[in-house]
């Protein structure tokens, strides 16, 4: 099993910029991606950014792109995400996710979500 624990939400004003991590710990060895989801008000958790783990592949949802950055850092076991350029829209829940399967759909361990609210 993998355990998350993000850190670093909190408030901005629009146009700001606000780092999150997440630390995993336990069997990091199975894990092939990792993404960050957020969960805006009223609407699904949607996927932000996904990272290969071990090739560094990245992908960015639309509304995000050119605004985020996400990377990690595998010998701490750290993912981060980048977030500048902040909007109201940006305001939710911030999950760090991680696949440990390739061959199956979704996510096999969560964090507890870190809350991101961005305010003009």
């Known amino acids: 099993q993998v355990q998350l624990i993000e850190s670093g939400g909190g408030s901005v004003q629009v146009g700001g910029s606000l780092r999150l991590t997440c630390v995993a710990s336990?069997?990091?060895?199975?894990?092939?991606?990792m993404a960050w989801f957020r969960r805006t008000p009223g609407q699904e958790r949607d996927a932000v950014a996904v990272?290969?783990?071990?090739?560094?592949?990245?992908y960015y949802a639309t509304p995000v792109k050119g605004r985020c950055t996400i990377s990690r850092d595998q010998a701490k076991n750290t993912l981060y995400l980048d977030m500048d350029r902040l909007k109201p829209e940006d305001t939710g829940v911030y999950y760090c996710?991680?696949?440990?399967?390739?061959?199956?759909?979704?996510?096999?361990?969560w964090g507890q979500g870190t809350q991101v609210t961005v305010s003009s």
């Open positions: 336990g069997r990091t060895d199975l894990v092939y991606a």
């Open positions: 990272i290969g783990w071990n090739n560094g592949a990245t």
């Open positions: 996710a991680a696949d440990g399967n390739p061959s199956a759909s979704g996510y096999d361990w």
